[in-house]
């Protein structure tokens, strides 16, 4: 059974799948640019010391992001 | 001349391929009006001249980032002969995804297998004919960072700039093709580009290729629409999916992972470098480091380094002509004020050549991204990023630093507003200059409170920077591109020596070039400024008198000697004079008693009627010395006041009487702002002219004894005088870079006027309150100090509608 969430309700070493991307314009270019995109499998890893930004491992490496920016996307945990 | 393209993703370790091909013969400029760095080489190779170009590192090649912008069109407008991808070996998959782009522009292209040895070591086994064959080009192992695989390279780039290439590699876009198809049908226009690629650009809605090839924006909305429709998916990512896609089947297909790879060295690092506890601990050791190891090292080998710009200093003002008694010739004066200028920037050079070697080596190492995501929390709540931390430190966050090498260091903040903001705030922090005369005023005013004003001066102006930037972010800036926080964390990586030795030289060299060659413009201004219209004609006709009776009373000394031959005209005095003169200064230098007989040995060799004055060694000679030690002193007191007249009189000096009505209820007189003025030309001039003027004949004491027995300050003054000093504008180096960073005069202006016209505020309100509240000195620092904390805290508690990244906003 999975719930749509978005990427920031992940907590840390949990997975999830990109369900959609509600980001537009230049996010939406830089999200799909770094491997973002709907089909994809995340994980986080991370949150930074002060829990914003967080880390996360899409396509075999790292990327941090923004929670502003993580609840663009919406995810299905796995 | 074949020109070739370097491509790449960002830390695909693309520089070094490119120091690996270029050497040291590289050439630094920017893409025209931005601030990305261009470098340029040319290769030479089997007959051929290579003309590379290192492109910006992308991720992909919409034109939405500025590396993006560039890097397309540097490959659309200049059609290079060849595309050197360079791919991160031990990320494959992912970097096929900016490959397969390259290869639809349907250039020849030689794919460089780049970090074999990290690949090797997670246990990948990459079959390189079977990738050449499944892409159609040629591809060469590398290992940049070691220099391993240049001449394969530099044979595949000569092979694949002799062939064309038969049939380019195919993604296939599936259910896509037929659109692709039906916009490849409307393309008419000639460009020279691969249809394809224009078709794929103008479906993803690339403006720039949709004006290209003259199609309008509707016509792609509607299959865009189309698509959306059937199968309900954006069509850029849908695209984007089916090169990924693709990117895994031709990784399937070619990599065989030989073994499970385990914890990488990156993921065991990250687990304390980014622990939730150690993060701050571990970033304020790396801020107190590169501090220590720059600012405070480097200001030590200036120790070591300021004896040799000092004995060239002695060479260049030999060769000017000699001042005679009084009267000192223009060209003498410029000289003497032209190399004084230069030499002061460039007793800097240590400092900022550890500087960029400290910051080259956290660049390569992949910390800067980790300090960034550690700190963006704080710092976007003023607008600024995560980022900006480094150019603050180097700027001066800790009690002193550099705006230059701050300012600089901004160019790798992804965000333009928040670029713009740092850039604009870094100049507020303490630059070492200030120290000086904060330490003056300190000493002269605030003798038992030092510890407690120096912590004020160091940590008030982070403060000021934040607020600054949050107004500047929320205001003027507010338009301003930003961008949003999705940043790859690189894997770690050991630098090489010669990648951070060429960066730090390249850096070095840009300065000198830059800088310098505004400052001298400066100078020269500056110099006119100072020096014109001159001093009056009664006080100099005084002067000189007073000169003339001196020269008698040597002359009356010297009689009856048996020196007297040697000095029965002015020339020959004058003479013996600047003897004198180059002497002791020759003398200040000599360090070894052994050095010392050889500059006496020298001296005697050249002057051997006159010398033995100098050395005094016989009753007969002292006397004579002591006579012509009375004639220098009196000499040099009526120098420098002519030299203070001069000042008084000048254009600057009528600018800072001009302005004491307004000054002075902030406490300044026009002495003051004759000294902040002259500060534009670098911060220590204030120091040099505020002891000028003060040194009032020649006293022995210090300038800040002169200044606290002078009974027209008191502590407020000084606090005044601090408080402006701290939000006094750039000196003219750091408005260089300024201007080189924003790339526009306007905020250079806005740099200089704004700081200024703020300072004078909140100078005058606070010394006004100060008058009105009895305040003590340490009482006005300290008020201002809790107003401009508690705003601090204030605005970053309060919510901010457009700090962060806006969603659906483009530009």
Redesign the interface.
Known sequence: MTIALSLSDLKTNERGRIRL????????????????????EVTV??S??????I?IAV????????R??AL?VEVDRI | MIRVALAGQPNCGKSTIFNMLAGVNQHVANYPGVTVDKKTANVTFGGDVYELVDLPG???F?T??LEERVAKSFLLDENPDVIVNVIDAS?L??SL?LTFQLLELGRPMVLALNMMDVAERRGLDIAMDKLAEMLNVRVVKTVGARGRGKSDLLQAMQAASRTEIAEPFRVEYAELETYIARIEDRITRQTGLAKRWLAIKALEGDEVILQKIGLDRETITDLTADIHSRHD??V??MI??LR?ASADRVYHKCVTEKSVPGETF?TKA?RVV????L??PILGLVIYLVYQLSIVWGYKLTDHTWPLLAALRNQIFALLPRSQFIHTPLVTEFGVWMTNSILALLNYIPIFFILFVVIAILEDVGYM?RM???L???F?KYGLH?QSTLPLVLGGALVGGCAVPGIMATKGIADERARLATVLTVPYMNCLAKVPFYTLLLAAFFKPHMGIMMFFISTVTLFIALILARLLTSTVLKSRET???????PTYHLPTIKGVLLRAFQRLWLYIKKVVTIVVAVAVVLFVLLQYPGVPREKMAELRQQADSAMARFSASVQDTAYQPHLDTREKIYQLLSINESYRADRLLARSQAAVDQLNSSYLERYPELFPILLAADPETRQINRALRTLSNTGRGLQLEIRNEKIVNSYLGTLGRAIEPVTRHAGFDWRINVAFLSSFAARESAVATLGSIYEQGATDASPEQVMARDGAYTPIHAATMLLFMLLTPPCIAAMVVVKLQSHSYLWMLFAVLFPTALGIMLSLIFFNLALQFNWSGVELMRNFYLCVAALTLVLGLKKSSHS??Q?????
């Open positions: 991307c509600r980001a537009r314009g230049l996010m939406k270019q830089k999200l799909i640019s770094m491997g973002l995109i709907p089909g994809v890893l991370r930074a010391p002060l829990l914003d930004p880390e396509q075999n490496y790292q990327v941090a992001l923004r502003s920016e663009l | 992308t991720y992909s919409s939405f980032s990320n998959r992912r995804y998916i954006d850029d990512q984007a999916g990924y990156t990250d980014l622990n939730r506890w993060a701050f991204p960034a995501f550690i963006d929390r704080i976007r995560g961008a949003p926080f999705v940043m790859e964390m962060g990244w969603v659906g906003k483009t530009h």
